[in-house]
């Protein structure tokens, strides 16, 4: 019965066993399409400069993350902590931990400023990633941020994340094993 | 952002269980020792009770909720299960634990939509309503929070809720994702997916194309009724066994990819911080853990006498093999009996019928999965991982019971 079923022929664009769906625009798939992986070819046309970004900062995020980024009642320090990884009080911050500068236009782009986001430009997001990886000493002043130099820069975390190794505790029940 | 002053909202620990022993007139007498069971008269009603309503509510001497504490940006929060208030293995899903990183949206269906593109052969959109006409699935899973427990590495907490409150447990149903993957054609270079959600950060995460042909749901129905919005209305992902974060509400994007994307939230948060300064990455399942529900912290036994011990084991690799309790502090431990039927990765009950005495006892569960894998003490795991990450944590749980009845966090 379900082979009667699905003999159907679907239409255009449907899907194959149940006909159901559509196919988007290429236009569609754009506007919905904001996930910026590490490699950065998604990354959209723009650039900006630290300096561009800190005014775009003290504007809209300032008030949370704190005048410089060493964060506030609101919102996480996003500078500082480099070295501290291995000792009882470790700081993690986009600085000292993250791997990928990417993630960073990626999540500001998506998700901030925290009470409105998805509010900024593009080139808004390109001068305030410039402006948190200068104040974390990983770039120049002066450095343009754009989608060929953004995958480039390297995140001094960058090799501090390892596979999965569990289980690594939680002995194995011996009854098992006969 | 506004002026939000951070709300402390008691948990209820009150545990229903305890107003029964005190109230109760049958089980007063199988346990004599328990005082003052009133007297008991016929005093039901003689007038006409309220009429048939479209939609239940508990009765209004229920007051068991979630536990809250609002921070100043409490939009990125949880709440948590009343897992001491309990019963069997599914939670209501009014009460069903909640973490969310920018609130709950409001979605209507009508306008919602699921895209599924990337490497694929035939990006497609698809609707609510195609979705609902689909074959469909139900089943039963636990979902935890990573973060669950996070406060027992360094700061235990005093209550159940508390410890182990970012957990629930219902019936899902919806789509397998693999069918809809079939749909649109996967193509042979697409390793991974990212799901992502309608919500105002739009989270997303990256998860291996393997787990997403095996057995995720994209679920659209919860415990019998349409998902609550808080849980995803309409549309999230059931990723079983996986940390929790895994499980995208508001649904509304699946794109096919050669690798993982590294978001935010497998980066920055729910990343295993060890002690020589790596982090582990991509800890997706949630190992095997259980607590003892009752008697639990911030409890107090009336006095000596019957008690039944119970409490919840879960594991994502599956089922629940065997469950112990010790009360004696973890020098011996006696198998406790399950509910059945069991479910793989889903709450399983187990409960141990138990005479306190009256002496100061500590209390300890501990489970053993279908892979034999056991549940960990707190010291082996803190000594394997250090005390850096607040993730990942399923240790043994140690209640203590002092000789007022009174019931601790041992290790708090």
């Not at chain 1, 196919?23 to 723009?46: A, F, H, V």
């Not at chain 2, 504490?69 to 949880?78: C, F, K, N, V």
């Not at chain 2, 009256?358 to 999965?369: A, M, N, P």
């Amino acid at each position: 019965m379900l082979a009667a079923i699905l003999a159907a022929t679907p239409l255009m664009g449907q899907s194959p066993n149940y006909g159901v769906g559509r196919s988007p625009t290429p236009e569609e798939i754009k506007s919905w399409d904001i996930s910026i992986g590490p490699d950065g070819r998604e990354l959209p046309p723009g650039e900006g400069r630290a300096v561009e970004g800190k005014e775009v900062y003290t504007r809209r995020c300032a008030d949370c993350h704190g005048s410089e980024g060493q964060g506030g009642d609101q919102g996480e320090a996003l500078v500082g902590g480099e070295g501290t990884l291995d000792t009882p009080k470790p700081v993690k911050t986009v600085g000292s931990y993250w791997p990928y500068a990417t993630t960073l236009w990626d999540y500001i782009n998506r998700a901030m400023p925290f009470d409105s986001p998805g509010s900024l430009t593009h080139k808004q997001v390109y001068a305030l990633v410039a402006y948190l990886l200068y104040l974390n000493g990983i770039i120049e002043e002066e450095e343009v941020i754009n989608a060929q130099t953004l995958p480039q820069v390297r995140m001094p975390n960058r090799e501090g994340f390892v596979p999965d190794p569990r289980p690594d505790v939680g002995r194995t029940d011996q009854s098992q094993k006969n | 952002m506004k002026d939000r002053t951070a709300k402390d909202q008691p948990d209820s620990s009150k545990p229903s269980r305890r107003r029964f022993l005190k109230s109760g007139a049958v089980l007063a007498g199988v346990l004599g020792a328990c005082a003052d069971s009133g007297n008991v008269s016929d005093s039901g009603p003689r007038t006409l009770g309220d009429i048939p309503s479209p939609y239940g509510q508990r009765s209004t001497y229920e007051k068991s909720v979630r536990y809250t504490h609002l921070s100043d940006t409490p939009e990125a929060g949880p709440s948590r299960t009343p897992l001491q208030d309990s019963y069997g293995i599914l939670t209501p899903s009014s009460l069903h634990f909640e973490r969310h990183h920018s609130g709950v949206p409001t979605i209507d269906p009508s306008q919602h939509h699921l895209l599924i593109h990337g490497m694929v052969d035939r990006p497609l959109v698809f609707t609510m309503e195609e979705i609902l006409r689909l074959p469909s699935v139900s089943r039963i899973h636990f979902i935890e929070c990573s973060g669950n427990s996070g406060r027992e590495w360094t700061t235990p907490e005093p209550t159940v809720q508390r410890t182990h409150g970012m957990l629930g447990c219902s019936e899902w149903t919806g789509v397998s994702l693999s069918l809809l993957l079939s749909e649109v054609g996967v193509q042979s270079e697409a390793k991974w997916i990212i799901a992502e959600g309608a919500d105002g950060c739009k989270l997303h995460r990256s998860i291996p194309m393997e787990k997403a042909m095996d057995n995720i749901v994209i679920a659209y129905a919860q415990n019998g009724e349409a998902i609550r919005p808080e849980q995803g209305y309409p549309l999230r992902l059931v990723v079983p066994g996986w940390e929790g974060n895994t499980h995208v509400k508001w649904l509304r994007r699946i794109k096919a990819v050669d690798q993982p994307y590294m978001g935010r939230e497998e980066t920055s948060k729910y990343t295993d911080l060890m002690p020589d300064g790596k982090a582990r990455q991509f800890t997706f399942v949630m190992e095997a853990k259980s607590v003892i529900t009752f008697p639990s912290g911030r409890d107090k036994l009336p006095g000596p006498g019957f008690y039944e011990i119970t409490g919840l084991a879960w594991s994502g690799r599956g089922l629940i093999k065997s469950v112990e309790i010790s009360i004696d502090g973890g020098q011996s431990w006696q198998e406790a009996q399950f509910q059945e039927p069991r479910h793989p990765v889903a709450l399983t009950r187990f409960r141990l019928p138990w005479r306190w005495e009256g002496q100061e006892v500590t209390l300890r569960s501990r489970c053993i999965d279908e892979t034999g894998y056991v549940q960990p003490s707190r010291e082996a795991l803190i000594e394997a991982r250090g005390l850096n990450t607040r993730y990942h944590y399923n240790g043994i749980t140690a209640w203590r019971v002092s000789s007022d009845g009174s019931v601790q966090n041992a290790y708090a």
